[in-house]
C-alpha cells in the first residue's frame, strides 16, 4: 500500500519510506530525509540564523553527508601559505573561493551573517551569479579551515580557486563596462533634456545668454560621455589601424571625434550647428548594443572553473611505513601535492583525484562524466581508473598513472579547446565585410571633402562630416544585436537562454540534429519498467516488496530506483553487497539474492534448473536492464530497470523529423539499452558505446558532408561535442562544464523547446536579413545625398536615428512570434 511522501525541511527532498530522521524546530519534530540534511538544519538553528529558512525563495539543494563527515580534510590546508589568498598591505588575505548551492539572496545572508561572526574573517563578498567568493581574512587570528568547514557545515560545497581569476576578471570588466554605460545613459538624458530648449528656440524667443548656456553645460555633460564612455571605441580604432584590419570603431571614432571638434569650434565662435545631443545618442546606443553582446558571452568566461570542480581539493595519500603495506595511513594532501607513483586511498562516495591503477579492492565507479555510460563500472585490482570517477562501493586503493595536466580530464579540457576552434567562422566572415564597409565610407568621405574643396571650400567640412555622419554604421550595429536581444527575451519566454552570440544564425540553417541519450532523451534516472513473476506461487506484487526492503537499507547504485516501492513489512537484515554482481541480504531467516542472473544462481542449490526456470519463464524478451531475484531453491523473478524516457520526446522527434531534419542519436551505453530507446523515439541513425573523441569525429563527419549540425547534451562527456557542433543546446540539469560548452541552455529542461528555438531562430535570421538589408538601403540612398550637399550633419543625424529606430522596431517584432509546428510567414 502506498503512502503519502513528505518533504524534506532543508532541501523538500522526498522522504524515503521508513525514514524516521527528524530535526527539532521549536517545539516541533520535523522530517528531513538524510543526517546530512539534519547536521546543517541543526548547525544553521545553533548558530540563531533559522532566519534564512523564511527569507529563502527556493529550496536548498541535497546535503552531502559523507562530505559533511570529513570536515577535518580542511586542515591539510592549514600548513600551506601558498593556497591562503594574495597578502594585502594591510597584512589581511584576499581569498578567492567558487561556492556550490547558492540559489538565492538568502543564501548570501547566511554565509554572510556566519562568517563576519567568526574572529578574523574581516569581510566577504559573493556574486549569487556566478558563486564567486572574495573572504578578506587575517591568518594570525583563525585558520582557512575553520572558515571553510562553516561554509560546508551551511549546507554549501567550497572550491578554492588557486591562481585563476576568470571570473574576477570578468567582473572587472562588466562593472566598468556598466559604468561606461551608465555615464552614457546619464548624459544622453541630460544633453537630450538641454537640447529641447535650444529647439524651442527656434520656434520662439529665449534670451542669447541662455541659449549660450544651455550650450555650455551640454559641451560640459558631453565631453566626458565621447572621453570616457567612449574611450573603447578610440582604443578599438587605433588597434585596427595597428593590425591593419580597420573595423567598425575606426569610422565611429571619426564621426566622434569630428562632431565633437566641429561643435566645440561653432561653440567658440557662436554660430553654426553643434551636435552634442547626436554625439551622446551614438555613445549610448553603441555602447548599449556592445553590452548586450558582452552579457551574451558571460556564461562562457568560467571554462576553466567547470573542469575544476569536478575534481576534489584534498586526496588521501598512504604514507608507507617500511614493506608493511598494512601500516599505510591515509593522509589528507592538497591534490596538487600527489606525484606520479603515490599510493592514494579512494574512500566511498569520492571523487577519484587522479588517473591510476587499482592495488587492492574491488568496487563500482561513476564514469558517466567522460563515457556517458549510464551505468556504474565494476573494477577490481589491475584495472584502471580515471580522475573525476566517482567511487559509489567499497574504499580502494590505486596507484597513481597520471596527474595534473596528464589526467584523462585534463585531455578532455584541451579536447574541448580544440573543438572550440573549429567552430563556424561567422565571425571572421563579417570582420572582413567591415573592413571593407569601413574603408569605402572613409574613402567616401574623403572624396567628398576634396571635391567640395573645388566647389564651395566654406561647405566641404560639413558636407564630409554629414557624409561621415549618415553613413555612420549605427543602424547596421544595431541590425544584429537588437534582433539578438529581443530574440534572447524570446526565447527566454520559450525556456531557452543564448550564451553566445552567433547561434542563432547557425540553428535557423541546421540540417541535422543530434541527440545525447542519457539525461537529454532520457532522464538519466533508472526506474523499473517491468516486474515479472518467474514462479507461480511467487505474486508480482511480493516481489516488489522483498526487492524494495532488500534495497531499502542498501547503498547499491540501482536503489534508487526501487525508493517508490513499499517493502510491506519485509525487513532486511544482514545486507551485503557483491560490487559488480548485486546484494543478498537475509529476510524473515531466509537468503535472497538480488543482482544478475549467475549472482542470484550461485545460491540456489540447483543452479542449472534456475537458470532454465529464468530463460523458460514465458517472459518476453526484456527491453531494459534485467535484474533476478530468488533465495536457495529458485529464480523466482526478474525485474526489468529502463531509464525513463522524457514524456515529450516522442512528440519534439516527430517535430524535427516534419521540419526535414535529420535525427541522430550517440550515447555511450551499451547497444542493447541506445537501441530501446531509438527504436521507442523512432530514430533510425543510433551510435552506442560512443566515448566523448568518437563522437567529435562523427559530428565532424557529418560537418565534412556539408551538413550542419545541431547538438543537445547534458553531461562533461557531451562538452567537447557540444563546443564542436555547428550549435548546440545543454539541458538545465547539465553540468556546468556542458553549459560553459554550448550555445543555448534549456532551462525549461525540456526537449520540447527546442522545437520551439527553431522556430525563433529561423525568424531572427529573417528579421537580422531584413534590417542589414534595409541598413545598406539606407546608406546607399543617403550617401549621394550626403555628397552632394543636399543633408546637412543634423539632417545626417536625424537620418541616422531614423534608421536604427526602424531596425529596433522590425527587431521588436520577434518578441511576438508566434511558435507552432505551422510555418512562421512574414
Known amino acids: 500500500m502506498s503512502q503519502a511522501i513528505e518533504s524534506c525541511f532543508h532541501c523538500a527532498e522526498p522522504i524515503p519510506l521508513g525514514s524516521n530522521i527528524t530535526v527539532a524546530v521549536g517545539e516541533q519534530a520535523i522530517p528531513v530525509c538524510c543526517h546530512g540534511c539534519k547536521a546543517v538544519a541543526e548547525f544553521i538553528q545553533a548558530g540563531n540564523l533559522d532566519q534564512y529558512y523564511r527569507f529563502r525563495d527556493s529550496n536548498s539543494r541535497k546535503v552531502n553527508e559523507d562530505k559533511l563527515a570529513r570536515l577535518d580534510d580542511w586542515l591539510a590546508f592549514d600548513q600551506r601559505e601558498s593556497y591562503w589568498g594574495e597578502l594585502q598591505p594591510d597584512g589581511n588575505r584576499s581569498l578567492p573561493v567558487l561556492i556550490e548551492g547558492l540559489h538565492c539572496a538568502a543564501c548570501i545572508w547566511l554565509l554572510r551573517t556566519a562568517l563576519v561572526k567568526k574572529k578574523g574573517v574581516k569581510d566577504i563578498q559573493i556574486d549569487l551569479s556566478s558563486g564567486f567568493a572574495k573572504i578578506t581574512w587575517c591568518s594570525d587570528q583563525i585558520k582557512l579551515s575553520e572558515f571553510m568547514q562553516t561554509i560546508q557545515q551551511l549546507g554549501y560545497q567550497p572550491h578554492l580557486m588557486g591562481e585563476d581569476r576568470n571570473i574576477e576578471v570578468f567582473r572587472k570588466a562588466r562593472n566598468k563596462a556598466i559604468i561606461r554605460l551608465l555615464v552614457a545613459g546619464l548624459g544622453m538624458m541630460q544633453v537630450m533634456t538641454y537640447t529641447v530648449g535650444l529647439y524651442a ?35 578599438g580604432a587605433w588597434n585596427g589601424i595597428k593590425t591593419r584590419r580597420p573595423g567598425m570603431d575606426l569610422p565611429v571614432a571619426i564621426a566622434l571625434i569630428l562632431a565633437w571638434s566641429a561643435s566645440i569650434y561653432n561653440y567658440m565662435r557662436g554660430e553654426g550647428s553643434l551636435y552634442f545631443d547626436s554625439v551622446v545618442m551614438f555613445v549610448f546606443l553603441l555602447l548599449l548594443a556592445r553590452f548586450l553582446e558582452f552579457s551574451l558571452r558571460r556564461k562562457s568566461a568560467d571554462l576553466g572553473n567547470a573542469l575544476s570542480r569536478l575534481l576534489p581539493e584534498i586526496a588521501y595519500r598512504l604514507e608507507t611505513d617500511g614493506d ?34 587499482v592495488v587492492s579492492g574491488c568496487s563500482l565507479l561513476d564514469e ?10 565494476a573494477i577490481t585490482v589491475a584495472q584502471k581508473v580515471l580522475a573525476g570517477s566517482v567511487n559509489l562501493g567499497d574504499p580502494i586503493t590505486i596507484r597513481t598513472t597520471a596527474c595534473g595536466e596528464a589526467t584523462a580530464i585534463s585531455v578532455l579540457g584541451r579536447t574541448l579547446l580544440e573543438a572550440q576552434l573549429h567552430k563556424p567562422k561567422v565571425a571572421e566572415q563579417a570582420d572582413k565585410i567591415a573592413s571593407w564597409f569601413v574603408s569605402a565610407v572613409l574613402l567616401i568621405s574623403s572624396g567628398a571633402w576634396v571635391a567640395w574643396q573645388f566647389i564651395d571650400p566654406t561647405q566641404a567640412f560639413e558636407v564630409a562630416l554629414a557624409t561621415l555622419v549618415v553613413t555612420c554604421p549605427c543602424a547596421l550595429s544595431l541590425a544584429t544585436p537588437a534582433s539578438l536581444a529581443a530574440a534572447s527575451r524570446r526565447l527566454m519566454k520559450a525556456g531557452l537562454v543564448i550564451v553566445k552570440t552567433n547561434a542563432i544564425d547557425v540553428l535557423a540553417s541546421i540540417q541535422r540534429v543530434v541527440f545525447d541519450k542519457t539525461g537529454t532523451l532520457t532522464r538519466g534516472k533508472l526506474r523499473i519498467e517491468q516486474i515479472n513473476s518467474l514462479k507461480p506461487d511467487w505474486k508480482i506484487e511480493s516481489i516488489a516488496a522483498l526487492a524494495a526492503a532488500m534495497e531499502r537499507t542498501s547503498e547499491h547504485p540501482l536503489a534508487t530506483a526501487f525508493a517508490n516501492l513499499d517493502s510491506e513489512g519485509y525487513q532486511a537484515q544482514a545486507l551485503k553487497v557483491y560490487a559488480g554482481q548485486g546484494i543478498e541480504a537475509v ?18 542449490k540447483n543452479p542449472e534448473y534456475a537458470v532454465k526456470q529464468a530463460n523458460e519463464g514465458g517472459v518476453k524478451q526484456p527491453v531494459g536492464v534485467p535484474i533476478y531475484i530468488g533465495d536457495t531453491t529458485a529464480v523466482f523473478g526478474q525485474l526489468i530497470l529502463a531509464d525513463e524516457i522524457r514524456p515529450e520526446a516522442i512528440e519534439t522527434i516527430q517535430q524535427l523529423q516534419g521540419a526535414e531534419l535529420e535525427i541522430t542519436m550517440l550515447s555511450g551505453d551499451s547497444e542493447e539499452e541506445v537501441q530501446r530507446v531509438a527504436k521507442l523515439l523512432n530514430i533510425a541513425d543510433w551510435r552506442a558505446r560512443k566515448l566523448p573523441a568518437s563522437k567529435l569525429d562523427i559530428i565532424r563527419a557529418f560537418q565534412q558532408n556539408g551538413e550542419r549540425v545541431l547538438m543537445v547534451g547534458d553531461g562533461v562527456n557531451d562538452a567537447p561535442v557540444l563546443a564542436g557542433a555547428n550549435v548546440s543546446m545543454a539541458m538545465g540539469s547539465a553540468t556546468h562544464l556542458a553549459k560553459s560548452s554550448a550555445d543555448f541552455i534549456v532551462t525549461a529542461n525540456s526537449i520540447n523547446t527546442i522545437v520551439e528555438a527553431h522556430i525563433i531562430a529561423k525568424f531572427t535570421s529573417r528579421i537580422i ?11 546607399f540612398m543617403a550617401v549621394p545625398l550626403a555628397v552632394s550637399g543636399l543633408v546637412a550633419p543634423w539632417m545626417a543625424v536625424i537620418g541616422m536615428s531614423l534608421s536604427s529606430l526602424v531596425v529596433i522596431l522590425n527587431a521588436m517584432r520577434i518578441s511576438h512570434v508566434k511558435t507552432t509546428t505551422a510555418k512562421v510567414t512574414l
Open 201 to 235: 528656440a527656434d520656434l520662439s524667443t529665449i534670451s542669447a545668454d541662455m541659449r549660450r548656456f544651455l550650450e555650455g553645460i551640454s559641451l560640459l555633460v558631453a565631453t566626458p560621455v565621447v572621453f570616457f564612455s567612449g574611450q573603447t571605441f578610440f582604443i
Open 324 to 357: 608493511n603495506a598494512d601500516a599505510d595511513k591515509p593522509v589528507p594532501v592538497p591534490i596538487a601535492d600527489i606525484k606520479s607513483g603515490d599510493l592514494v586511498l579512494i574512500p566511498k562516495g569520492h571523487t577519484v583525484p587522479v588517473d591510476g591503477e
Open 368 to 377: 558517466s562524466f567522460l563515457s556517458g555510460e549510464s551505468l556504474p563500472r
Open 587 to 604: 529476510v524473515n531467516d531466509q537468503r535472497y539474492r538480488l543482482g544478475e542472473l549467475r549472482f542470484v544462481n550461485a545460491l540456489n
Open 769 to 779: 536579413k531584413q534590417n542589414l538589408a534595409w541598413s545598406l538601403l539606407y546608406n
